[in-house]
Every structure is written in structure tokens, then in C-alpha cells.
């Protein structure tokens, strides 16, 4: 649990197809480690599925209450190899202030960004 007593919890599964990796609580120090597994598992797992498509992996922080730069490292280093073969990374981030963490650092411009699962999901690829 992060200092707010609120209890970090990282589920994946799938919509559609689409792995979704769904993550509530505090992202911070004490849960970065656990999150980055779970990323990078469906990242590979993703960019192997995905030889004939471009593999997309849907990240739903509607539910991070806060995000560290313990945080932000594991998002940004769990996604980079896949990103840079041409995967997609969508994040949801509706209601979360991730986004202005996501701002302030600059990686704002890094990610796209959803109100929700389903719209990142449905949203073609171009």
C-alpha cells in the first residue's frame, strides 16, 4: 500500500483481442517493480501475437491515484523496444492525474491517450 493507504493492484486481460493491462492505486517506488513485470510480460506476449498486425497493448491508469518517477520509468523502459518495433501503446486515462505527470515530464507527447478501454481498443490502426 502506498502512503494514502490505498492498495496497488495490476490485472490483465483482454477486450477484443486487445491485451489490456488495468492498473489502480499509488504507482509509485513500492509498486513499480511489480507493475514493469506485468507490462513487460503483455508487451512481449503482445509484439509476438501481433507479426502480421501492429501489436497494440491498451494501459488503463483511470485508477492511479499517483504516479512516481519510479512509475513513469517502469511505463516508459517496459514500452520503449516495443514502441520503437512499432507497437502501440495506448493509454486510459480518464480521470486520473496521471496526465499532468505525464505533461510535466514531457512524455505526454510520447503516449496516445483514451477516455476509455473501449475506445482504445476500437480505434484503427492507420
Same mark, same amino acid.
Given at each position: 500500500m502506498g502512503e494514502k493507504g490505498v492498495p496497488? +493492484?495490476?490485472?490483465? @486481460? @483482454?477486450?477484443?483481442?486487445?491485451? +489490456? +493491462?488495468?492498473?489502480?492505486?499509488? =504507482?509509485d517506488i513500492l509498486s513499480a517493480e511489480k507493475f514493469r513485470g506485468a507490462l513487460e510480460?503483455? *508487451?512481449?506476449?503482445?509484439?509476438?501475437?501481433?507479426?502480421?498486425?501492429?501489436?497494440v497493448v491498451v494501459v488503463d491508469l483511470s485508477g492511479v491515484d499517483f504516479m512516481d518517477?519510479?512509475? =513513469?520509468?517502469? !511505463?516508459?523502459?517496459?514500452?520503449? &523496444?516495443?514502441?520503437q518495433s512499432g507497437g502501440e501503446i495506448r493509454l486510459?486515462?480518464? &480521470?486520473?492525474? *496521471?496526465?499532468?505527470? !505525464?505533461? +510535466?515530464?514531457g512524455l505526454l507527447c510520447v503516449f496516445d491517450l483514451f477516455p476509455d478501454v473501449s475506445t482504445a481498443v476500437r480505434r484503427g490502426v492507420a
Open positions: 496497488f +493492484v495490476v490485472l490483465v @486481460h @483482454h477486450t477484443d483481442g486487445v491485451p +489490456v +493491462v488495468k492498473v489502480s492505486g499509488e =504507482l510480460r503483455i *508487451v512481449s506476449e503482445a509484439g509476438e501475437v501481433g507479426r502480421d498486425r501492429t501489436p518517477s519510479c512509475g =513513469l520509468s517502469a !511505463l516508459a523502459g517496459a514500452t520503449r &523496444g516495443f514502441r486510459v486515462t480518464k &480521470g486520473s492525474p *496521471v496526465v499532468r505527470t !505525464l505533461g +510535466v515530464t
